[in-house]
C-alpha cells in the first residue's frame, strides 16, 4: 500500500437538502389543512419542493444518496400545494358568500289573522340595526312589513290575546316565503313566530 492510497477519503454523500426538502415537505403538509395556521405551509411547501427536487438531481449526479428520501420530500410538498391551493379558493368562496349575505336585503312581513276581538303584537326586526315595537290590535287581520340588511338578520313575532279570548294565528314570511307560524286559542295566551 503506498501513501497516496491511505491519505485518500472516499467521498462523503451530501444528503442535507434531500432530507430538509422532506422534512420541510412533512410539516408543510400537515400545517396545510389548518385554516389560518394553514398560511404558514405555503413557503413551507414551496421550499420542499425546491430542496427535494436539487436533492434529487443531487442523486442523480452521485453527490448524494437519499433517494427515497428526495422523493417522499418531493411528493409531501406537492401534496401539500395541492390542500394549500384547495384550502385557499375554499376560505376565498367562503369570504366572497359571507360578504354577500352580509350586503343582502330582505323583506319580512309579520301578518296575523284569527277571530280575537284584542290582541297585543309585539315584533322585533333585527340586522344592522334593531327596531322594536308593540301595537295593541282590535281588528284581524293585521300586518307589518319591514326590511333589513347585515350579516345576521331575522327577527321575532309574538301575539298575546286578550281577556276575551278567541284565537290568533301569527305568520312571518321573509321574502314571500313562510319561516314561521304560531297559534293561540284562548285568554292571555301566546303565540310565537321566532328564530328565523
Known sequence: MTELDTDRTPSEARNGLGTAGFVLG??????????????????????????????LARVRSKKATNRGL???????????????????V???TAVEEI????NRTVEITYRVTGDAPEATVSYTTYGDSVSMATEDVTELPWEQTAETSGLLKGGSLSVTLGADGGSVEC?????????????AVGAFNTASCSDF
Open 171 to 183: 305568520v312571518v314570511l321573509v321574502d314571500g316565503e313562510q319561516q314561521r307560524t304560531a297559534t
Open 26 to 55: 412533512l410539516v408543510g403538509l400537515v400545517l396545510s389543512p389548518i385554516p389560518f395556521i394553514g398560511v404558514i405551509a405555503w413557503p413551507l411547501v414551496v421550499l420542499g419542493l425546491v430542496f427535494s427536487g436539487v436533492g
Open 99 to 102: 360578504d354577500e349575505e352580509a
Open 90 to 92: 375554499a376560505f376565498t
Open 70 to 88: 428526495a422523493i417522499a420530500g418531493l411528493v409531501l410538498s406537492v401534496l401539500g400545494t395541492v390542500i394549500c391551493v384547495v384550502m385557499a
